[in-house]
């Protein structure tokens, strides 16, 4: 398994991945599903994008993007990662967001959130083990599938 920084060429399977945890869990609140476009572009523009390959095969990514618009906040980040079903318990996400705080600290990155829907308590306990802090739980605040949820914010001072 190799986890580097991903290049355009890898959209498509970036996109196979996010798009059924987008379309069929409660794992993240987003419903668009995301076009191999869009992740090309963003990789294009300067997007901290990574990816775990077995072989050809993404199982993981990772990247990061801005917190919150505005000058002030150019320090601190928030954070995506999502791994295949058969890749999670293994190390491919410690692996993946090892090399994102590397690359956020490189680039004086001095925070970095989590927003972890409540409906995901694996996604709260790995983030935990990696030594983000739980700062706050939203109630309510994401809706899909019908129903309201929770987000979790957690925060990792790199």
Not at 26 to 36: G, V
Not at 42 to 56: E, H, K, P, S, T
Request: proline content about 5%; aromatic content about 8%; some cysteine.
């Amino acid at each position: 398994m190799i986890v580097r920084p991903a290049t355009p060429r890898d959209a498509r399977g970036i996109v196979d991945l996010v798009n059924p945890v987008i379309r069929d869990t409660a794992i993240t609140f987003t419903t668009a599903e995301k076009s191999t476009r869009d992740i090309v572009t963003a990789i294009r523009d300067g997007g901290a994008y990574f990816v775990a390959c077995d072989g050809d095969r993404i199982i993981g990514y990772a990247c990061y993007f801005p917190f919150r618009s505005g000058p002030g906040y150019r320090h601190t980040k928030e954070h995506s990662i999502a791994l295949l079903p058969e890749a999670r318990g293994t190390g491919v996400g410690r692996r993946l967001m090892a090399l994102l705080e590397d690359h956020a600290r490189a680039r004086e990155v001095h925070s970095l959130f989590a927003g972890v829907s409540g409906e995901n308590p694996d996604g709260v306990a790995f983030h935990k083990a990696i030594g983000f802090a739980e700062v706050a739980r939203l109630p309510e605040v994401g809706h899909k599938f019908g129903r309201w949820m929770d987000l979790v914010l957690l925060q990792k001072m790199l």
